[in-house]
């Protein structure tokens, strides 16, 4: 699995409440050291835990529906 299946995978799991707290910091080490992820990753995370949702671009979006469609498969 690459990096970024392996972020995926982990952000669906944090989004869905089913990630522990070893699967969290290794999503958190991760991000930090992708740089091209980090910006959509904090979006995304804003996006779904906050009242407010914010303007995203067409990357991002897509990213969203991704995580999305694993979280609603599981």
Do not use: T
Not at 55 to 64: K, P, R, V
């Amino acid at each position: 699995m690459n990096i970024d299946d392996q972020i995926l995978k982990l952000a669906v799991k944090k989004m869905a409440n089913e990630a522990s707290r070893h699967e969290l910091n290794e999503l958190d080490r991760l991000i930090k050291n992708k740089p091209e992820v980090h910006d959509q990753m904090q979006l995304i995370f804003d996006w779904w835990y906050h009242d407010h949702p914010r303007e995203i671009d067409n990357s991002c979006y897509s990213l969203f529906k991704k995580i999305l469609g694993r979280i609603n498969e599981g």
